[in-house]
Every structure is written in C-alpha cells, then in structure tokens.
C-alpha cells in the first residue's frame, strides 16, 4: 500500500470511528521516520473557538520533535454525506511551513482522489522565501 491510501484509509477509519455517519473532520499528518499522528476537529459551541483538525497533530508533531513530510483531511461536511477531501486553509498552511515548503499536502479535487502538492506549489511565493 502506497502512502496516498493508507493516509486516506487511516483518516476514514478514524472518522468512522469517531463520527460514525454524523458530519466531522479528521487529519492525518505522516512524520519523517513513518508514525502517523490523527487528530479531529474540535466540537466547540462558539465557532470563533474552532480549530482545523490538523491542528493537533500539527501540536503533537511539535511535541514529539518529529518532522513532518505529508497532511492529509478528510471530512463529512453533513451527516450521511460522503467523505471529502480538504486542502489545508492558509493557516494550517503557514503551520506546516515550519517544517519546509517538501511538506505534501492532499488537495482538494473534482473527484475526490487523494493528490499530494507540497507546499511551495501550494504557495510559490511564500512570504518568507527571499530567493
């Protein structure tokens, strides 16, 4: 199994672990040394109080001193519906720099299959690159 489906089916057991069929989001981020860490979106009653659901993988990987190399979100956005493929918005975008512009992140696409772009064709001219 190549690293585009086990991400993909390591985010889609942990929602329907987690969600069952209900709406949620889940991130999958791969470390350089191939552990995986999953984290949610966190269910908060103020939107203004939402995280990304990579957030606390993003956290975890700081904690552990772990580099990561690939993201990957999958969520429901409604209950019942089918499972989507999220890019990462331009914060946990700006989170996942710290480790490099190599970073692969799943982008969104028309048919929902899972495609890694890093983050420097994500954002080639990230405001932190000089050259």
Not at 51 to 76: D, M
Request: glycine share 6%; with cysteine; hydrophobic share 35%.
């Amino acid at each position: 199994m190549n690293i585009k489906e086990e991400m993909f089916n390591k985010a889609v057991d942990f929602l329907e672990e987690r969600y069952g069929k209900k709406a949620g989001g889940v991130a999958v981020l791969r470390l350089e040394d191939g552990q995986y860490l999953i984290s949610v979106w966190p269910e908060c009653h103020n939107s203004s109080a939402d995280l990304c659901a990579e957030t606390g993988a993003i956290c975890e990987a700081h904690k552990l001193n772990k580099k990561v190399t690939h993201s990957l979100c999958v969520c429901r956005q409604n209950d019942n519906e089918p499972y989507e493929i999220l890019s990462p918005c331009g914060i946990c975008q700006e989170r996942l720099f710290y480790w490099g512009e190599d970073v692969k992140c799943a982008i969104s696409t028309k048919d929902n299959h899972v495609e890694f772009k890093t983050l420097k064709q994500l954002q080639p001219y990230y405001w932190l690159d000089k050259k």
